[in-house]
């Protein structure tokens, strides 16, 4: 007999029956929380088995991260178990503490701090609805991923289909005296810098090769008789068309005549645009007169920008009344006039309120009409998404006009690089100014194929033959190699940027001209590239590059270069391996370009 048979056996009847109860209730009690068991597994198993996401299932079709409802479920899951932490202190280089998270063996420290001591970057995306945290070693690691164009002195100069100069906080306005940036880089009173004069034609020449066809809207073309658009402010005005009194052409303009005065409304044709902010007309004033634009806000409020025969550059009357001056001698002279209003705008409320303020104003502006005073002539009046060629020759034509003696384009404001150190008096010139000219000019040469561009050009070409010590721009490394100074300082500060821009203009003429120019540009390109291989590899930092050499020839600190210097590094580089197969150009691009990924060069 079993133990468990003699044990029954031998209890009392009730003391059996009350056993038996036990038994049953503890086997239910098992198979109920074994049941519950089960479901709970299973519906946590079919968070990830019957929603599996691509990259664990080994078909992915792509690159897709969490799918919505995926996500969902995962948050679902992570509420039922509370994440647990405790603060910690985060002694750094026992010089301080930070406030951190403990949570097991992992230790958490706030990116606020992480963002400053490494210098990196991040954010938090809520771009699809849902939270993630987007983090960047730096702030322009976005480089083109398919096959690119290759570089040619007629196409986009390198990325400046993206640049908006008369937009930069820099800027003052764009001159209606010479259509032109003003500069407030190193003088708030304003100059015209060449570089950035330089760079709004190269910028506009990109954008027009870039953008869409332009839209286009025609108030006034002189080919009609029926005015009627146009409003008169008093019995006296008068408006008519006629025959352009120009013999060599056959074409229709308007005449307008009223008074003068700012006090008359002047005779205004309406107009509600927001989308197309671009004025363009073609003018003659026989006496005084002037051109004003309405600017409606969208509280209803009026501002109106006048364009006026003087020399002043830009003022304002009031709250309300913009002034920019065209020049006092453009009076009985057929000129064309490009505006864009909204710039100008934007530029006369930054005169009255803050630069944040004027931004928010220009956004919610439209233009409502346009008005003419005085005697004069008119033709081709339009509001159009742009006019970037128009702009693209008011550069070329300031650059011919104004290019000096000597070929050179000088900054007329003394320039401090270093304090005390490296410093330049008013007259300067830049190997990047006279470098960005040339591309200019080379592209107004061969978009017109108008010889004065080429020729201005090809005079540039002398700059390059000054030392800078005798204030010309070309320095020397170790006496051997001849580099072209952006700022030809003494001692030299050997800037990187500045002096691929000039070999890029070197080179762009030198494929452009022919007879001596030629040969004068690929003489000096030649002596610039042979410079550059010798000491590209001075600016690798290990970690990004170096802005320019001032560590070794001032003794001072290293001058790392911003991401987005660092960024016009790799893109120069780029750029000229085009041009010259040598493996230097390719390899270190490559370097760099991981850099920006947090990628570092080894140690020992």
Request: proline share 4%.
């Amino acid at each position: 007999m079993l133990w468990w048979q003699n044990f029954i056996s031998k209890m009392p009847r009730a003391s059996l029956k009350h056993l038996l109860v036990f038994l049953g209730i503890t086997t239910l009690l098992v198979t109920v929380y074994n049941i519950g068991k089960c479901d709970i597994a299973r519906n946590d198993n079919n968070f990830y088995r019957e929603e599996k996401l691509p990259h664990l299932d080994g078909n992915s079709g792509g690159t897709k991260g969490f799918q919505p409802r995926v996500a969902h479920s995962y948050d679902i899951a992570k509420e039922k178990q509370p994440i647990e932490y405790e603060e910690i202190d985060c002694i750094i280089n026992e010089d301080y503490t930070v406030k951190g998270r403990k949570e097991g063996s992992e230790v958490y420290m706030p990116f606020s701090f992480i963002q400053k001591y490494f210098e990196v970057y991040g954010d938090i995306d809520k771009s699809d609805g849902y939270e993630r945290f987007s983090f960047h070693h730096s702030y322009q690691d976005d480089f083109p991923t398919g096959p690119q164009p290759r570089y040619s002195p007629s196409g986009v100069f390198m990325s400046f289909d993206l640049y908006s100069v008369e937009d930069r906080n820099r800027v003052k306005c764009v001159s209606g005296i010479e259509g032109v940036p003003i500069s407030t880089q190193w003088d708030h009173k304003g100059h015209y810098y060449p570089i950035q004069i330089a760079q709004f034609g190269l910028s506009h020449y990109s954008k027009h090769l870039i953008q869409p066809k332009n839209k286009v809207k025609i108030l006034e073309d002189g080919e009609r008789t029926d005015l009627s658009d146009w409003l008169l402010p008093d019995q006296k005005s008068e408006i008519r068309s006629k025959l352009d009194d120009r013999t060599y052409l056959d074409n229709g303009v308007v005449e307008f005549q009223t008074s003068p005065s700012m006090k008359n409304p002047g005779i205004s044709i309406s107009t509600r645009e927001k989308k197309l902010s671009t004025l363009s007309m073609d003018l003659n004033f026989i006496n005084n007169g002037s051109i004003t634009v309405v600017i409606q806000m969208g509280d209803g409020n009026l501002y109106r920008i006048h364009y006026v025969l003087s020399d002043t550059v830009m003022r304002q009357d009031g709250n309300r009344d913009l002034y920019y001056g065209l020049g006092s001698s453009k009076k009985g002279k057929w000129f064309h006039l490009t505006r864009l209003l909204l710039v100008d705008f934007q530029k006369g409320m930054n005169l009255m309120y803050s630069k944040t303020r004027g931004a928010r104003m220009k956004n919610s502006a439209r233009i409502t009409a346009i008005c003419v005073r005085g005697h004069g002539v008119m033709d081709n009046v339009t509001l159009s998404a742009h006019a970037h060629m128009d702009l693209f020759f008011d550069a070329a034509n300031y650059l011919v006009r104004h290019q000096n003696s000597i070929g050179g384009w000088p900054v007329m404001v003394p320039r401090k690089l270093i304090p005390e150190v490296m410093e330049l008096d008013s007259g300067w010139y830049s190997a990047m100014g006279q470098g960005q000219a040339i591309s200019l000019l080379v592209r107004a040469y061969v978009v017109s194929k108008d010889v004065k561009y080429i020729d201005a050009a090809g005079k540039a070409l002398s700059v390059f033959d000054i030392p800078s010590y005798q204030g010309g721009i070309t320095s020397k490394y170790l006496n051997t190699y001849e580099w072209y100074e952006e700022y030809p300082t003494s001692p030299s500060s050997f800037v990187l940027n500045g002096f691929m821009y000039s070999l890029i203009g070197l080179y762009d003429l030198r494929e452009t001209a022919t007879g001596k120019i030629r040969e004068k540009a690929s003489e000096l390109f030649n002596r610039g590239m042979r410079t550059l291989k010798a000491m590209l590899l001075l600016f690798d930092s290990g970690t990004g590059t170096f802005y320019d050499l001032r560590h070794i020839t001032a003794g001072l600190a290293p001058n790392r270069a911003r991401w987005d210097y660092h960024k016009v590094h790799i893109n120069q580089v780029q750029l000229l391996s085009e041009v010259d197969s040598d493996p230097l150009f390719t390899s270190t691009a490559e370097r760099w370009k991981g850099y920006m990924k947090g990628k570092l060069s080894p140690h020992n």
